[in-house]
Each structure stands twice: as structure tokens, then as C-alpha cells.
């Protein structure tokens, strides 16, 4: 039986150029972005206002990227790669900024239905120009990506238990894929946006110092 063809992101020579109007009046080409148009502060404050897990956290506050982002930054350093360079510990604080310009959290159920829509490339892209944008190597070889998608990993298990209720052992199967390591114990407070601001730029500029 044949397999039915991946539809693929078109670029902006395939396609009538769609621009992303950003807070700081930067035009954004999502279907050919350019490091030259990334202004960092648009999606730093971007993702901060983009709920995890659809909004559907405890609380009276919504759980946030940005504060996803600096916890899987520590969840790298202290549970996975003590010795992780600035340059992975960066990479690791800016892996989800892409959902800082209106992508927004696509929980997994919604990930897995657009995977064949070319969302993938489509972060891709937004990835490449934000790395460059800040001085960062695109791509990065693949053993940090892999240490980044295991932290990712191990802070959505920490995550689903904290803030979901989620029992364990359905965390790490069905989120973890069956991952058997050491989780984030530490209470995970949730904060408001301009807190989450605050660490996010903390972390940033400790690190790209």
C-alpha cells in the first residue's frame, strides 16, 4: 500500500510571503524567517504568555513556557549534565521561544495530529532564526539535542505529577515513554508572567556573559 505523500512546509519562493507583526514592530516571515528579524524581547514576552499543558494546570494562574523553560535549564545542570556547557544551557533556556510568536504550547494529542501539516519544519525554521539571531550554533550537534529533548522529557514528567495530578507511573509511561531516572522534586511554584520574565533574563544573561 503506498504511503500518502508528507505535506512540507512551503518556503517563501513556493508560497505567498505570510508575515508575523511583532510587538516591537519587527516584521517576522514565518515561512522564511531571518536572524536579522528576530527581536529577542518580542519572544521572550511571547512565551510567557503562553499557557503548558492547553491551560489546564491547577491554580488560578497558568503555568507558563518561560518558566517551563528555566526549569528544564535546571533540570539539565542538576539531574542530567552537571558539566553542560553555557552554550547547551542556552540552547536548553530558548528551546520552546519558538511558541513565543503565536505557535503557541501544542500539547502533544494536537502535535501528533499536524506532524504530517509540517509543523515540525515549521519550528524548525523559527528555531534556526532565533539561535542565530542570538549567537548560538544552528544546528546543534545531535548529542545536545538529544540531552535537550531528555530534559524536556524528565520536566514534562515533573510537570504532569506537580501541577496535573497526573499518578506517576502513568506519567512516566505515557509522557515519558517508560523513562525510569530521577524527576524534579522540588515544589514547582507557579508564577505570573512578568516573574517568569524576570528568571528567564536572569538566566540568560548569566549565561551569555
Known amino acids: 500500500m503506498d504511503k500518502k505523500p508528507v505535506a512540507k512546509v512551503p518556503s517563501h519562493l513556493e508560497a505567498p510571503r505570510t508575515n508575523l507583526l511583532m510587538r516591537s514592530g519587527r516584521w517576522v516571515n514565518l515561512y522564511d524567517p531571518s536572524p536579522a528579524d528576530i527581536v529577542l524581547e518580542d519572544w521572550v514576552t511571547g512565551a510567557s504568555r503562553v499557557a503548558r499543558w492547553g491551560g489546564q494546570t491547577q491554580g488560578d494562574i497558568a503555568y507558563n513556557v518561560l518558566q517551563h523553560s528555566v526549569l528544564l535549564e535546571q533540570v539539565l545542570v542538576t539531574l542530567l549534565a552537571p558539566d553542560a556547557s553555557p552554550t547547551l544551557r542556552l540552547a536548553a533556556l530558548m528551546h520552546d521561544l519558538h511558541e513565543g510568536g503565536g505557535l503557541g504550547d501544542v500539547v502533544t494529542p494536537y502535535g501528533k495530529l499536524f506532524a504530517t501539516a509540517g509543523l515540525k519544519e515549521v519550528k524548525a525554521r523559527l528555531d534556526r532564526a ?26 514534562a514528567i515533573s510537570e504532569a505529577v506537580q501541577l496535573m495530578g497526573w499518578p506517576e507511573k502513568l506519567a512516566r509511561r505515557d509522557i515519558g515513554g517508560n523513562y525510569r531516572g530521577r524527576l524534579w522534586l522540588e515544589p514547582i511554584q507557579v508564577v505570573d508572567e512578568a516573574t517568569a520574565r524576570g528568571a528567564w533574563w536572569e538566566r540568560y544573561h548569566a549565561l551569555a556573559a
Not at 133 to 155: C, E, H, Q, S, Y
Open 130 to 155: 532565533l539561535f542565530l539571531a542570538t549567537g548560538l550554533p544552528w544546528p546543534l550537534p545531535a548529542p545536545k539535542v538529544d540531552l535537550i529533548k531528555k530534559a524536556d522529557r524528565v520536566t
